[in-house]
Nanobody
């Protein structure tokens, strides 16, 4: 059974940092592209960062470039999102996504709130 469990969200002041984790089980982690999305209240879900399926190439939304870093550890079946210099507009529920041509898995989401 495929399962993705996210952790690491919380309340942080502007300028602060957080690291989100997404631990996967029930599938071969390295065979999938890995990404983080977020959804703010009243807004559509948007792609934040992605690691390509075979190349490992990363890409980021313009709004987070230079502040966020996506990484993965295949030995731990875990993908991370390191978030620095957080801004109030980064407040959202963050979701990890694991995807291949045949499958599409989502975590349950973790709340990130940036506020003083």
């Amino acid at each position: 059974q495929v399962q993705l469990v996210e952790s690491g969200g919380g309340l942080v002041q502007p300028g602060g940092s957080l690291r989100l984790s997404c631990a996967g089980s029930g599938f071969t982690f390295s065979n999938y592209g890995k990404s983080w999305y977020r959804q703010a209240p009243g807004k559509e879900r948007e792609l934040v960062a992605i690691i390509a399926r075979f190349t490992g190439r990363t890409n980021y939304a313009d709004s987070v470039k230079g502040r966020f870093t996506i990484s993965s550890d295949s030995a731990k079946n875990t993908v991370y999102l390191h978030m620095n210099s957080l801004k109030p507009e980064d407040t959202a529920v963050y979701y990890c996504n694991i995807r291949s041509p045949d499958a599409d898995y989502w975590g349950q989401g973790t709340q990130v709130t940036v506020s003083s």
